[in-house]
């Protein structure tokens, strides 16, 4: 299954997972995939135009659903383990050809020759993809055989804690270019189960 095919499932997927959440168990099409992932409002946003309800990967397509979207900006992702050839600096300065692995794990932000971490690049686009309509970024991901993960960013993490305490549940927040938490999105589900009263 290409990474197009798969993307699209996880989107699917990720869908009715927040209808459901949204509306406790009772439907699940509450939300759905934005056409083209994302990409009519990114082409649109090149010409300058703004596109209502297509930012990020999930739109409403239920009226009861908009409250979410007027506040969150969801990217979903799921894949991105690879490998390809690549060059990097030995302690002498010489260059080296290595296979470069991408990987999912939270310490390559640290330790990694990679360019850039997995997480760290699809939060920013996330982060960047919100910014153009005003919203909090949402990064919804799943690393290949493991679960889903929501990650949103510190402050934002913050203000639900006011709201509704502490999670009971395991939970990281990492400190790159951004401070974001991530944690099990049943997991965020448990902790939240009515966002709205974020949204008063």
């Known amino acids: 299954m290409g990474s197009k095919s798969k993307g699209g499932n996880f989107e699917r997927e990720t869908a009715v997972a927040l209808s459901l959440w949204w509306t406790q168990g009772e439907r699940d099409d509450i939300f759905w995939r934005t056409q083209n992932s994302g990409g009519r409002s990114t ?4 010409q300058r135009k703004e596109t209502e309800g297509q930012y990020g990967d999930i739109a409403a397509t239920d009226p009861s659903g908009k409250l979410l979207l007027d506040n969150w900006c969801i990217e979903c992702k799921t894949g991105y383990a690879s490998s390809k050839k690549g060059e990097v600096l030995t302690k002498d300065g010489t260059k080296k050809s290595v296979k470069l692995i991408t990987n999912w794990c939270v310490l390559d932000l640290i330790d990694s020759k990679q360019a850039g971490a997995v997480i760290e690049i699809l939060w920013e686009q996330a982060y960047h993809q919100a910014l153009k309509n005003g919203t909090q970024p949402i990064l919804i991901f799943r690393r290949p055989r493991m679960s889903p993960c929501i990650a949103f960013n510190l402050n934002y993490f913050n203000y639900l804690t006011k709201l509704f305490g502490i999670p009971d549940k395991n939970r990281i927040i ?15 589900f448990d902790w939240i189960p009515d966002i709205r009263r974020a949204f008063k």
Request: no cysteine; hydrophobic share 45%.
């Open 43 to 46: 082409m649109r946003s090149k």
């Open 174 to 188: 990492v400190r790159a270019s951004y401070s974001i938490v991530i944690m099990s999105l049943s997991d965020f």
